[in-house]
């Protein structure tokens, strides 16, 4: 009998607080329910905050007043799920651990909120998250099973380039796979988180624990990415989701915003060095400078994106807020660019009303191959108007043996759900049988690998 469930991943993006975001969430989730979805991924740092563009007023050997307010209110904004700054594991997950006298539960509540919508909608929730312990944050990852609620949780063990200097480094302890069983179904699913996945050997130590759903939050909307996620699913013989926040300036939380504007009129640039005259040459040659994207920057702008290929047996859900008509416009209800215009043609054909404001983008029958349509980015310059995307998403969802189900979903800001109906689990299985690279096809006599703390078999 075939093994079968619909997947999905929510191209969702952070707001201002962390009650309006968990607000957004059970909304979401209520949508994907409703759509016969089993399990849902949100992306990193969805509650809590990916602080993109920030720098915390740091530069080597200083950190300003201003830095530390702002890491303030981004501390503040995280989630407190009532774990240790060690990280308790098992007693976390069983709930062994104190709780204070005359509180009903540790923590802030978020973790009780995200086991009751996953109650209430039946979907199995996979979350990215900032997580405050002690006084230090983590970016993480919390799995969520409408039955039994947090059955697992992990955390990022290598931050990327500045990231460090917000987040700790989490146990490699936490990479461990969890196990649940959705319609008769046996998932074996872990995560790593953005960046983790060009660690060859933590990807090995999910791939030896032997996933069948392997979980990719990120946020990183690089054009590498697509590739990276399809070697992974080709390696590992595992359906591969991946979730990343595709959002403008303007939108970004406002403990951001707030603080961006500040430093604009402060005597400091964006990137916490002194200010330079305006008639200087080096200001000149910095103003020149200012309006090139690089492509080695964390969620630059991809030039030459991958279109989002629907067949017939998936669907993309987007949000209503496309402009569909007959002129092309942008979200502010003004008249698009041609690059724009070409961009919201793709995203709009073939769309279906369904409830809540959503569309379901159906199979294009038409006779023009939108695959040869290039986003030409390079015609589009920085604005200061705030409506340029500081990350364009990216979300996807592979077979595994490697084949692009859904996505990659670009430009798609509020609420985008990739959704992949009916995957046969037992493909997984079909896969091995010419590559399982930590069974027969790893020369286990040969090479060995050891993750302190972590336990390399697969769970019972």
Not at 52 to 69: I, K, L
Not at 91 to 102: F, M, Q, S, T
Request: hydrophobic share 35%; glycine share 8%.
């Amino acid at each position: 009998m075939p093994k079968r469930l619909t997947v999905a991943v929510s191209q969702s993006h952070t707001l201002s607080t962390t009650s309006a975001t968990l607000s957004a969430l059970t909304s979401t989730t209520e949508a994907a329910a409703r759509q016969g979805v089993h399990l849902l991924l949100f992306p990193e740092a969805y509650l809590g905050g990916y602080p993109r563009t920030c720098n915390f007023g740091a530069t080597v050997g200083s950190r300003s007043d201003e830095g530390r307010e702002q890491f303030l209110h981004y501390f503040q904004n995280a989630i407190d799920l009532g774990d240790t700054p060690r990280g308790a594991g098992d007693d976390w997950v069983d709930r062994k651990l104190e709780i204070a006298k005359g509180q009903q539960y540790r923590g802030d509540g978020t973790r009780e909120e995200l086991e009751k919508v996953a109650k209430e909608t039946g979907v199995f929730l996979v979350v990215g998250l900032v997580e405050r312990a002690g006084g230090s944050l983590y970016c993480g990852v919390v799995y969520v099973c409408p039955r039994d609620g947090c059955v697992g949780k992990r955390r990022k063990v290598m931050p990327t380039g500045s990231e460090r200097l917000v987040w700790a480094q989490g146990s490699p302890s936490t990479l461990r796979a969890v196990t649940t069983t959705i319609r008769d179904v046996k998932l074996t699913l872990a995560a790593a988180i953005c960046w983790e996945n060009y660690m060859p050997l933590l990807r090995y130590s999910l791939y030896s624990q032997n996933v069948n759903l392997y979980l990719a939050p990120t946020a990183d909307a690089r054009d590498t990415w697509l590739p990276l996620m399809r070697t992974i699913a080709c390696e590992s013989r595992a359906y591969v989701l991946s979730a990343n926040q595709c959002v403008r300036r303007k939108n970004l939380p406002s403990w951001i915003r707030d603080f961006a504007s500040n430093e604009a009129g402060s005597s400091f640039a964006g990137n916490g060095t002194p200010k330079l005259e305006h008639d200087s040459p080096a200001a000149k040659a910095a103003e020149t400078r200012e309006f090139k994207i690089s492509s080695s920057d964390k969620g630059a702008i991809p030039k030459t994106p991958e279109p989002i290929p629907v067949d017939k047996a998936h669907g993309v859900v987007s949000p209503s807020p496309l402009n569909i008509g007959s002129t092309p416009s942008d979200f502010d209800g003004q008249t698009a660019s041609p690059v724009k215009q070409r961009s919201n043609r793709r995203r709009s054909s073939n769309l279906m009303p369904i409830p809540d404001h959503h569309f379901l983008a159906l199979p294009n029958d038409s006779a023009v191959d939108e695959s040869e349509e290039k986003h030409d980015t390079s015609l589009e310059v920085p604005t200061d108007d705030g409506d340029e995307l500081v990350c364009r998403g990216g979300s996807c969802i592979i077979g595994p043996t490697g084949n692009v189900l859904q996505g990659p979903l670009w430009d798609v800001e509020d609420g985008g759900l990739l959704i992949a109906r009916d995957i046969d689990f037992e493909d997984c299985e079909r896969g091995r049988l010419d590559l399982d690279v930590a069974g027969s096809y790893s020369r286990n006599d040969a090479f060995e690998l050891r993750v302190a703390g972590l336990d390399l078999d697969p769970p019972p």
